[in-house]
C-alpha cells in the first residue's frame, strides 16, 4: 500500500516539474505547488494498518511455512514407498531370474554319450571291447566311478602310462557332464 502511494507521489512530482526544465527555471511557487499535490494524492497510512497488515503478512508467511513443511512430508512419505517398491520388485526380479536360471538346467538337452563316444571306438572298438592299440585294457562293462576318475585323471594330467599324452587330448574339452554321460554309456556296454 505505502509502495503505492509512493509510486504515485513520485509520478505526480514528475509531471509537475516537467522532464525538460533546469532547475534554476523552476520558481519557488511551483515547487510549494508540487509539495502540496504530493501531500494531497498520497493517503494517508495509519499506525494500526501498517500492524494489521504486518500480522497478517506473518499469518501468511506462517501458513505458507506449514504448507511447505507437509508437502515435505508427504514427498518423503512418497519417497520410501517407492522406495520399498523398489526393493519388492528387485526381490522379485531376482527370484524370477533365480527360477529360470533353475528351469533352464533342468531343461538343458541331456549329454548324448552315443554320439561323444563315436571318438572313442575308433581305438577302443564300437562295443568298447577292444585293447586300444593293444595298450589298454578292455573299457566296456568298467564301473562307472571309475571310468569318471580315469578319464578326469587323463584330461588333468594324473593318470595314465604310455597312453596319456594320445588320451589328455581326446578329453580336453569334455565338461562335467560329458564325462560322466559317457563314462555311463561306456560302463553299460
Known amino acids: 500500500m505505502r509502495k503505492v502511494a509512493i509510486s504515485m507521489a513520485v509520478a505526480a512530482l514528475m509531471l509537475m516539474s516537467g522532464c525538460n526544465e533546469k532547475k534554476s527555471e ?3 511557487e511551483a515547487s510549494t505547488q508540487t509539495q502540496k499535490s504530493i501531500e494531497r494524492s498520497a493517503p494517508t497510512v495509519a499506525p494500526s494498518s501498517v500492524a ?9 508467511v506462517v501458513e505458507v ?6 508437502t515435505v512430508k508427504a514427498v518423503e512419505k512418497k519417497s520410501e514407498e517407492i522406495a520399498q517398491n523398489i526393493k519388492k520388485q528387485t526381490r522379485k526380479a531376482k527370484e524370477a531370474l533365480s527360477s529360470a536360471a533353475k528351469k533352464s538346467k533342468e531343461a538343458a538337452p541331456a549329454v548324448d554319450a552315443a554320439s561323444l563316444y563315436v571318438k572313442c571306438a575308433g581305438c577302443h572298438g564300437s562295443k568298447g ?18 571310468l569318471v ?5 587323463y ?7 604310455p597312453m596319456k599324452g594320445l588320451m589328455k587330448g581326446q578329453v580336453k574339452s569334455l565338461s562335467k557332464e560329458q564325462i560322466d554321460a559317457l563314462a555311463a554309456y561306456i560302463s553299460a556296454l
Open 26 to 28: 523552476k520558481s519557488p
Open 52 to 60: 494489521t497488515e504486518t500480522k497478517e503478512e506473518k499469518t501468511a
Open 65 to 70: 511455512q506449514e504448507k511447505v513443511a507437509k
Open 129 to 146: 571291447e577292444k585293447h586300444a592299440l593293444g595298450q589298454s585294457n578292455v573299457i566296456a562293462g568298467q564301473p562307472k566311478a571309475d
Open 149 to 153: 576318475k580315469k578319464l578326469e585323471g
Open 155 to 161: 584330461k588333468n594330467g594324473t593318470y595314465g602310462g
